[in-house]
């Protein structure tokens, strides 16, 4: 039951139709990623670029979805573990060492940026000479 006013009751339907038929976890603002697009790359569709598991450096047999799944998991695990950690501190600790343990590291594995040591690497801005995080 709509509460709308009558005026705008046709206006709402066509808002919701066209809400079905779009992803409900993706929202692209000012057409960047156009729907047909988006079709395409849920439909892993030949034409698009990208979507094949070599493309990814995958073992053989093993597909994009179950990549993402497994890696979500384990993200998951990662992100439980850091809040078990960090639920066990006390009021002057800061956490640094046990979101950088617990949480940042693991997601870097998982991403596969390997394992970043604390002073291991700079960030340039392209606009200052200056280095970052060393």
Not at 78 to 93: I, Q, V
Not at 111 to 121: H, I, N, Q, V
Request: proline content about 3%; hydrophobic content about 35%; glycine content about 6%.
């Amino acid at each position: 039951m709509c509460f709308c006013h009558p005026r705008k009751e046709g206006r709402r339907n066509k808002m919701l139709t066209r809400q079905k038929e779009l992803f409900t976890t993706i929202r692209s603002e000012g057409g960047l990623l156009p729907l047909d697009f988006i079709r395409k790359v849920e439909s892993f569709a030949k034409d698009v670029k990208g979507l094949s598991p070599q493309d990814y450096h995958l073992i053989e047999g093993e597909s994009i979805l179950q990549k993402i799944s497994n890696d979500w998991a384990r993200a998951q695990n990662a992100w439980n573990a850091f809040k078990k950690a960090r639920d066990k501190l006390g009021e002057s600790d800061t956490g640094t060492q046990e979101a950088r343990e617990k949480w940042l590291l693991p997601l870097f594995t998982i991403l596969e940026f390997g394992r970043l040591d604390k002073g291991a690497f700079a960030v340039e801005d392209k606009h200052r000479d200056e280095n970052y995080f060393t």
